[in-house]
């Protein structure tokens, strides 16, 4: 989304003062943004959702190429699903009205307060997880029940706390983060949504970076060339363009006057040898390596910036047409060990939120993997993912007894080319790495000007969303990032056009 946006603004807004190439390591547009088709439904491997639709360019795009509507069926076209029905390990019903709505109520209320920037940082915890958690004892402190009672084997108390995790795992997948305590909590109160409908797009999120594609002349993207190293010049120098991109296999290294680095914030780290995050020990591919090597301040913020694995499980039930299932939350024990474990659960599924229909009356369900079990789930053949989902949901909804045909799955993690989903501010991080990220080299000095000696300007410029503020982790951020950059160097020449005249 950021290269496409970015290259789509410099051809359309400059006429012929730029000879761009758009380099992309794979054999098809789109990156993090994948629409495919399974069981006869539309669903997204990739982005999903456009957040909020009041100002989102992504909503403007797809309402411009009528792209909101489909005779065909596709993924949460019916919007979230609002009716769930929560269900304790083992088969029980969770009381929604003594349990599940009030828990849900008070997580609400925590988040909206961190969002807001009203909620306390303790500097011993200043992190998502612990925040929450705290608001879940006061909860109970405030209670005159003391924790009785609870329904069959649960105690009270054990209930909230599997309703409550339901919670705590939709927001790992919501930001990637394996554990809500890497999440720093004071950087919540700056991303921020549109407002409006969360919704899904008919004719495919593949749409919109077709679309963008579409209007660069042919032969501008190339296909195929897997970045491994760019060179370029902080002390001025160079021929043929002051930076050089280097190529796995035959190809020839191109040199440039600019590069727009669009690449995930995964490969970057995995550049520095980084990756452990996670969940991986060691990244599966080098990366891409800056010679020289990159300024400590963008090391930094690639350092200390989040990038977690979140992962789409589609499951395709057999043709029983008078089978339904709901849009079941799953309320997992907590307890490190306990009777009520259902052991045959695996362990890459118990801390998945949910099960659902991916629409109203259809067969393909749909469950999200986060973090390490996401991880351990692309591991895994189609075969022990099929045996897995079939014990969950046995342990779930035994008299639904739905049977799984086959999956569709997608593998974030391993992809060399991503090495993971999307990033968060994390513990130790701020906004202000995020725009550190953005920013171009070699880093300007402050003194405006410069000799001959001094190195060409903007020669590495970064897009995409891990280099957004306010908008990091989602397809808009990316799209808002590949403008800025594109403008960054129409402005540039606009400024070296005018000094020239004069």
Same mark, same amino acid.
């Given at each position: ?57 992504? =909503? ?131 991303? /921020? ?50 930076? /050089? ?45 800056? @010679? ?20 789409? +499980? ?65 591991? +895994? ?63 300007? @000095? ?11 300007? +903007? ?12 908008? =990091? ?21 606009? =400024? ?7």
């Amino acid at each position: 989304m950021a290269g496409l946006t970015a290259a789509h603004r410099l051809y359309t807004s400059s006429g012929d003062l730029f000879d761009l190439c758009v380099v992309e390591a794979s054999d098809r547009i789109g990156g993090r943004i994948l629409t495919a088709e399974f069981a006869g439904d539309r669903v997204e491997m990739g982005a999903t959702w456009i957040h909020g639709i009041g100002g989102s360019p992504i =909503y403007a795009m797809a309402q411009d190429l009528q792209a909101l509507t489909d005779p065909r069926p596709w993924e949460r076209m019916d919007g979230f699903p609002t009716d769930p029905l929560t269900i304790a390990e083992g088969g029980a019903i969770v009381d929604p009205t003594r349990v599940v709505a009030p828990v849900t109520a008070l997580y609400r209320r925590l988040m909206d307060s961190a969002r807001a920037g009203d909620a306390p940082v303790d500097p011993k915890d200043p992190d998502v997880g612990s925040f929450l958690r705290r608001g879940l004892e006061r909860y109970r402190a405030s209670r005159s029940d003391a924790g009785g009672g609870g329904e069959g084997d649960w105690t009270l108390e054990a209930l909230e706390d599997a309703v409550f995790a339901i919670h705590e795992n939709t927001e790992r997948t919501c930001t990637s983060a394996d554990d809500l305590r890497w999440l720093d909590l004071a950087a919540e109160s700056e991303y /921020r949504d549109f407002p409006g409908d969360q919704i899904t797009i008919a004719k495919g999120y593949s749409r919109i970076v077709e679309t963008l594609a579409a209007a660069i002349p042919p032969g501008v993207i190339r296909f195929g060339r897997r970045l491994r190293r760019i060179e370029w010049c902080p002390d001025g120098g160079g021929s043929g363009g002051p930076v /050089r991109l280097h190529f796995e296999g035959d190809y020839s290294p191109i040199a440039a006057d600019h590069v727009i680095v669009t690449v995930s914030l995964g490969v970057l780290k995995a550049g520095m040898g980084l990756g452990k995050e996670v969940g991986l020990g060691s990244p599966p591919g080098p990366g891409v390596v800056f @010679s020289p090597a990159l300024p400590d301040f963008k090391r930094g913020a690639i350092g200390r910036l989040g990038f977690g694995v979140v992962n789409k +499980l589609f499951m395709e039930m057999d043709d029983d047409s008078e089978r339904f299932f709901p849009f079941l939350q799953m309320a997992f024990d907590q307890a490190e060990s306990s009777a009520r474990h259902v052991a045959k659960i695996p362990r890459w599924l118990r801390r998945t939120h949910s099960i659902c229909p991916i629409y109203g009356g259809s067969r393909v369900l749909l469950a999200w993997l986060a973090g390490e079990e996401a991880v351990e789930f692309e591991s +895994l053949s189609d075969e022990e993912i099929i045996r897995g989902a079939h014990a969950t949901l046995d342990a779930f909804v035994p008299a639904v007894h739905p049977r799984i045909a086959r999956v569709k799955r997608t593998g974030w993690a391993r992809d060399p080319l991503f090495l993971g989903s999307y990033s968060y501010v994390a513990v130790g991080s701020s906004g202000d790495d995020l725009d550190l990220m953005a920013e171009p080299l070699p880093r300007e @000095s402050g003194g405006g000007g410069g000799g001959d000696d001094a190195p060409p300007p +903007l020669q590495v410029l970064f897009a995409g969303e891990a280099t957004h503020r306010t908008h =990091y982790s989602t397809t808009h951020g990316a799209y808002f990032s590949g403008i800025r950059e594109a403008n960054r160097l129409l402005q540039h020449y606009r =400024y070296t056009s005018s000094l020239v005249q004069q």
